[in-house]
């Protein structure tokens, strides 16, 4: 519900990162760079994949990311 919550001011490629940063977390992994990098490979490719390949615009959020 969080992530819903603040997918709209944060939009989604901040978004995406720090659930799964905690998911990441919670699922496990002790290790705050492999979460980080884990985390910031899976927003980037999820930003790659629909805004630029598929051209499907995802929620920018304040800070137009």
């Given at each position: 519900?969080?992530?819903?919550a603040l997918l709209g001011p944060l939009g989604f490629v901040p978004m995406s990162f720090l659930l799964m940063l905690v998911l990441l977390r919670i699922m496990g992994e002790r290790r705050w760079m492999?979460?980080?990098l884990i985390a910031l490979a899976s927003s980037a490719a999820s930003q790659l994949v629909f805004v630029?390949?598929?051209k499907i615009p995802l929620p920018a959020g304040m800070f137009g990311l």
């Open positions: 519900a969080a992530a819903t492999a979460c980080g630029i390949w598929l």
